[in-house]
């Protein structure tokens, strides 16, 4: 995603391959990038681009069945995000109340992520749930095993649940881009944003998050609102949709469907990857 050595490569007459992680977020695409020899896009299922290869970061086939399944696993994903700064942290005490507010109705809830937000909400967990930093692979057959996945909205884990054919609840995203997926999400399965992600309520102007030019002042605003709300014990009696996301829902069935098929893309990518630098050598 360097621009820069896309222009050196050029006029260094080098081979180049583009491999743009953030093909579907972009609000301004850098010119640059369409100056490459080949451009392959990590993009959400169903945004398709002619003449563009398309793949999706995800690898669904080193999963580790559970010795034992959950019926709802909620995922924290991302390295550090959102935890940019301490007082961010409040998205942990907003996802210990959604552990307990989905362990109502889900008797088995397993609430997973890096291994700072695990040792935080330890701290303050409830027993009503269970905490683990999971593998990759024991985090996918998790995924698959379950009854229902609460995602955050980020693109990896989404279009994982997809391509496991998971049913998929969101949770609140943590910033931008996963605030954009749910809003992409709603447009395709011609809902709105609050119906799919009612924890939304919880950040009144929420559409404000996509306006931000940084994600650090995205988040500050989102966890600014999120912590003024959390006060409020009234907010808290909905966290989640009633009806998750499905291969029985009628507007979900394309959602799923394109998961499979850019499956199928990421691994002829990956062939088109190998060729073009057998064939440079």
Not at 130 to 153: F, T
Not at 204 to 228: G, R
Request: glycine residues 2%; charged residues 15%.
């Amino acid at each position: 995603m360097n621009r820069f050595a896309i222009t050196a490569a050029r006029e260094l007459g080098l081979p180049n391959i583009l491999l743009d992680g953030l093909s579907w977020f972009w609000k301004s695409r850098p010119v640059e990038y369409d100056r490459a020899d080949h451009q392959i896009r990590y993009t959400l299922p169903w945004k398709a681009v002619e003449g563009v290869s398309l793949a999706s970061p995800i690898d669904i086939e080193q999963r580790i069945p559970p010795k034992q399944t959950v019926d709802a696993l909620i995922n924290i994903n991302g390295f550090i995000t959102p935890f940019h700064k301490q007082s961010h942290d409040v998205y942990l005490a907003f996802i210990d109340q959604l552990a307990q507010n989905v362990a109502q109705t889900y008797p088995r809830v397993l609430v997973t992520g890096n291994q700072y937000a695990i040792t935080k909400l330890q701290a303050q967990a409830s027993d009503s749930y269970q905490l683990a930093a999971l593998s990759k692979a024991a985090y996918l057959g998790h995924v698959e095993a379950a009854r229902v996945v609460i995602l955050n909205g980020g693109s990896n884990s989404f279009n994982e649940a997809l391509a496991l054919h998971t049913d998929i609840l969101f949770s609140l995203p943590s910033n931008q881009s996963q605030y954009e997926l749910i809003r992409e999400v709603a447009q395709q399965t011609h809902s709105l944003a609050e119906e799919l992600c009612p924890a939304l309520s919880l950040i009144p102007n929420h559409a404000e998050l996509s306006k931000h030019k940084t994600e650090d002042i995205a988040i500050d605003f989102l966890t600014s609102k999120l912590s003024t709300s959390l006060q409020s014990t009234d907010s808290m009696h909905s966290l989640t949709a009633t009806n998750p996301l499905s291969t029985e829902c009628a507007n979900c069935v394309s959602l799923y469907s394109s998961a499979e098929r850019c499956l199928h893309a990421t691994q002829q990518t990956i062939e088109t990857i190998y060729t073009l630098v057998q064939k440079n050598r």
